[in-house]
């Protein structure tokens, strides 16, 4: 069964620094691309950043660019994302994803509060 386990949220300044861990289980991580999304409150889910399996090639929302690193270990099955340069609007609980043929598999997510 899949399972995606998000941490590493909580509540820091503006400027600051995050880094957020996704424990993966139930499947090939090895084999599968990652995904990294957010949902503000009273937004639509935001696509943030995704990673190939082997973390060959990453890409990144605009918002995201220049701030945030996604990465991955799949020795240990987990997912990262480091994000700098926190902004108030980047207030938002933090979702890793996985994409299996039509269906999307997500966590219970982790929250993220930038406030100063």
């Known amino acids: 069964q899949v399972r995606l386990v998000e941490s590493g949220g909580g509540l820091i300044h503006p400027g600051g620094s995050l880094r957020l861990s996704c424990a993966a289980s139930?499947?090939?991580?090895?084999?599968?691309?990652m995904n990294w999304y957010r949902q503000a409150p009273e937004k639509e889910r935001e696509w943030v950043a995704v990673?190939?399996?082997?973390?060959?090639?990453?890409n990144y929302a605009d918002s995201a660019k220049g701030r945030f690193t996604i990465s991955r270990d799949n020795n240990n099955n987990t997912l990262y994302l480091q994000m700098n340069s926190l902004k108030p609007e980047d207030t938002a609980v933090y979702y890793c994803a996985l994409r299996l043929g039509v269906y999307d598999y997500w966590g219970q997510g982790t929250q993220v509060t930038v406030t100063v």
């Open positions: 139930g499947f090939s991580f090895r084999n599968s691309a």
């Open positions: 990673i190939s399996r082997d973390g060959g090639w990453t």
